[in-house]
Structure formats: structure tokens, C-alpha cells
């Protein structure tokens, strides 16, 4: 014999089951219609975001060409941080990528070139062939850790094409930059040499889109890109 009472109380679990069960569903596709019509909110505040950041704040580059080796090497990618230079100018020793003036093109689409910011305005940067050291300010930089070293015969470049000597007094607001490949680099010793004008183997400041600091790609290659020590030893100019 069944109790009345149990009966009515399982017919009242049961449809609170029931009813439990029913507003659970009711809930989840409430939440999964709200997502639906959040998502197009989402994805439009991440594609501001993503483009904010590259105008203003970060930007990948791909390195086109071997002039910065064995530093960067063909095809990789870095990442500039287009704001540092907003709070300072650049120093010397670091990275930096920039619009190339005219001059330095070999075609109107190689617009952005890669640099190491070697002396800034008021230096003065002389190469030595007996000593074959580039110096700034007077002042030899030891350059072993970074110039470009033959991977099969292990023989480092000279700072200098066929050790070519020169001396030349930065202008103010002005950047003197090389790659680490000083045979190979289309660089203000490069254009000095053919032009005899410090103003056209140096470029200006406001055309410095900002500073390499890290190496994304390929993946065994990440790795930031950091200013040499040498560089903190180097005077003030006179």
C-alpha cells in the first residue's frame, strides 16, 4: 500500500525536477543568444585594439635583406615599439627601424630600413685601418659581439669596407646608423663615402619609426635585441 501523502510529495519533486530542468535550458540559451549577439561587439573592439596598437604602439617587421646579419638574418621578424622615442630620442647602440630617405632607396617600395644607431647628433665617428676599430667621440668601440661573422669560414667583417677610412661630426637632430654587415649594408658609411656630405649619409630624427627590441620569428630565433655595454662607455661629445 502506497502512502497518499509520499505520492503527492514524488508528483511534486518530480515536476520540480521537471521545472528545474526546463529553466536550466531556458538559461543556457539565453546566455549562448546574449554571446551570439555580444560576439560581433567583441571581435570590433579586438580589431580597434589589434589597430591601435600597430599605429600607435607595436609593429612587426620582416627583414628582407642580410645587412643586420648574424644579428637578424633573411626573413625574420621583429617587433618595434613605436612609442619609446615618443618619451626619448634614440641611443646609440640600439636597433632601430626607420623611413630611408629618398637617396637610399633602390626602389620607391623600400621604404622602411633596419639599422644600429652608431653615433647620434654631435658625435664624431671615425674608422681607423690601422687600428680597424670604429670609434665615437674618440672613444674605440669593441664591436666582436655583434659585426658579421662568415658562418663557414669564421672570419669577422671589418667595421669598414676595405677598411675605409673616414671621420665625419654628426649633424644635430640627426642619427648616424650602420648594419652589423658592414660589407653588405647600404648605411651612412656607405652614402658618406660616395657623397662626401654628412647630412646625406645621416638620417633625420622625426624619421625614426621606432625601436627593435625583440625577435619573434622563426621560433629557435626569438630573442630580444639589446643595446651592447660598449656603448655606455662612450663620451659626450667636446
Same mark, same amino acid.
Not at 107 to 136: F, M, P
Given at each position: 500500500? %502506497?502512502?497518499?501523502?509520499? /505520492?503527492?510529495?514524488?508528483?511534486?519533486? @518530480?515536476?520540480?525536477? #521537471? *521545472?528545474?530542468?526546463?529553466?536550466?535550458?531556458?538559461?543556457?540559451? +539565453?546566455?549562448k543568444r546574449s554571446f551570439l549577439r555580444e560576439l560581433p561587439v567583441l571581435v570590433a573592439i579586438a580589431v580597434v585594439?589589434?589597430?591601435?596598437?600597430?599605429?600607435?604602439?607595436? !609593429?612587426?617587421?620582416?627583414? $628582407?635583406?642580410?645587412?643586420?646579419?648574424?644579428?637578424? !638574418?633573411?626573413? &625574420?621578424?621583429?617587433?618595434?615599439?613605436?612609442?619609446?622615442?615618443?618619451?626619448?630620442?634614440? !641611443? /646609440?647602440?640600439? %636597433?632601430?627601424?626607420?623611413?630611408?630617405? $629618398?637617396?637610399?632607396?633602390?626602389?620607391?617600395?623600400? @621604404? &622602411?630600413? %633596419? +639599422?644600429?644607431?652608431?653615433?647620434?647628433?654631435?658625435?664624431?665617428?671615425?674608422?681607423?685601418?690601422?687600428? @680597424?676599430?670604429?670609434?665615437?667621440?674618440?672613444?674605440?668601440?669593441?664591436?666582436?659581439?655583434?659585426?658579421? *661573422?662568415?658562418?663557414?669560414?669564421?672570419?669577422?667583417?671589418?667595421?669598414?669596407?676595405?677598411?675605409?677610412?673616414?671621420?665625419?661630426?654628426? $649633424?644635430?637632430?640627426?642619427?648616424?646608423?650602420?648594419?652589423?654587415? #658592414?660589407?653588405?649594408?647600404?648605411?651612412?658609411?656607405?652614402?658618406?663615402? #660616395?657623397?662626401?656630405?654628412?647630412?646625406a649619409s645621416t638620417i633625420p630624427l622625426d624619421q625614426v619609426v621606432g625601436e627593435a627590441f625583440v625577435r619573434v620569428?622563426?621560433?629557435? #630565433?626569438?630573442?630580444?635585441?639589446?643595446? $651592447?655595454?660598449?656603448?655606455?662607455?662612450? =663620451?659626450? =661629445?667636446?
Open positions: 500500500m %502506497i502512502d497518499d501523502h509520499e /505520492r503527492a510529495a514524488d508528483d511534486e519533486r @518530480q515536476t520540480g525536477d #521537471r *521545472t528545474d530542468t526546463s529553466e536550466s535550458v531556458a538559461a543556457g540559451e +539565453k546566455k585594439v589589434a589597430l591601435v596598437l600597430r599605429t600607435f604602439v607595436l !609593429q612587426s617587421f620582416w627583414i $628582407p635583406s642580410g645587412s643586420m646579419e648574424n644579428t637578424l !638574418q633573411l626573413d &625574420d621578424y621583429v617587433v618595434a615599439n613605436k612609442v619609446v622615442y615618443e618619451m626619448r630620442e634614440p !641611443q /646609440r647602440g640600439e %636597433i632601430v627601424v626607420f623611413h630611408a630617405p $629618398p637617396s637610399w632607396r633602390h626602389n620607391v617600395n623600400e @621604404q &622602411d630600413y %633596419i +639599422k644600429r644607431v652608431i653615433a647620434v647628433g654631435g658625435d664624431t665617428v671615425a674608422y681607423d685601418a690601422e687600428t @680597424q676599430h670604429l670609434s665615437v667621440n674618440g672613444h674605440a668601440l669593441d664591436e666582436s659581439s655583434y659585426l658579421y *661573422t662568415d658562418p663557414q669560414t669564421g672570419k669577422q667583417d671589418s667595421p669598414s669596407l676595405d677598411n675605409q677610412e673616414f671621420e665625419v661630426t654628426v $649633424p644635430d637632430n640627426r642619427l648616424w646608423v650602420m648594419g652589423d654587415h #658592414r660589407w653588405a649594408s647600404g648605411d651612412s658609411r656607405e652614402h658618406y663615402m #660616395r657623397t662626401d656630405d654628412p647630412v620569428w622563426p621560433i629557435n #630565433r626569438i630573442g630580444t635585441l639589446g643595446k $651592447p655595454d660598449i656603448f655606455d662607455e662612450v =663620451p659626450a =661629445p667636446a
